[in-house]
C-alpha cells in the first residue's frame, strides 16, 4: 500500500528555534497534503492544505508565518515551525492523497511529537 | 454546521458487546468515506472504506445512508483492542469529524 514517511518523529528544541519536518509520499505523487496538530486527548486540526507547486491554504487561525509549508515536488512536503515556543509542542502529522489512484483515501504520515522547552 | 460530525462519545462498553458511531456529512455531493483508527499517540490507520452503499470486513460493517448523509460504523463482538479513538472522514477535502472515543472493558 501506500506509505507515507514522516520525519523526525520526535524533536526537543529551545524556545525561539526553528524546526523543520518532512513528509515523504515513497511510493506514490501526492498532489495534496495536509497538516495537522494534535494537541493532548483532543482531535486532529488540519492547519494548512499543501499543493505541489503553489501556496498553501491555511485554516483559520493558523499564522502561515510561523508554520511555511513548502510542497517542492510531488513527494515531498515541509512544515517548518519557525521561532517555536512551548506552546507549539503538540503532535503534528501530515497525510497525502494519492494523486494516480484518486480515491480521496488519506495516508497518513508517522507523526512528529515537537517538544519545545 | 460542521461538515463532518459525529457521535461525541466517550462509547465505554464490555467485551463481546455490539457498538455503533454514526458520522453526519453536509455536502450532499460527498462520493467516498472513510473510518480510520486514532490508538493514543500515533497516526490515524484506514479501518475501511465506503464507496457505494457499505462495506463489510469481518467484525466492522460500515453503512452508508445518502438520503440522511450519515455514515455509521458497527462493531460487533467487541475486543478490548478495539479501544481507540475512531474518525469519519469525507474524501476530497480532508474533513475530519472529532472522533469517537471507544473503551472497551474486560
Sequence with gaps: GAVVSQHPSWVICKSGTSVKIECRSLDFQATTMFWYRQFPKQSLMLMATSNEGSKATYEQGVEKDKFLINHASLTLSTLTVTSAHPEDSSFYICSATNRQANTGELFFGEGSRLTVL | ?106
Design chain 2, 1 to 106: 454546521r460542521k461538515e463532518v460530525e459525529q457521535d461525541p462519545g466517550p462509547f465505554n462498553v464490555p467485551e463481546g458487546a455490539t457498538v455503533a458511531f454514526n458520522c453526519t456529512y453536509s455536502n450532499s455531493a460527498s462520493q467516498s468515506f472513510f473510518w480510520y483508527r486514532q490508538d493514543c499517540r500515533k497516526e490515524p490507520k484506514l479501518l475501511m472504506s465506503v464507496y457505494s452503499s457499505g462495506n463489510e470486513d469481518g467484525r466492522f460493517t460500515a453503512q452508508l445512508n445518502r438520503a440522511s448523509q450519515y455514515i455509521s460504523l458497527l462493531i460487533r463482538d467487541s475486543k478490548l483492542s478495539d479501544s481507540a479513538t475512531y474518525l469519519c472522514v469525507v474524501a476530497g477535502k480532508s474533513t475530519f469529524g472529532d472522533g469517537t472515543t471507544l473503551t472497551v472493558k474486560p
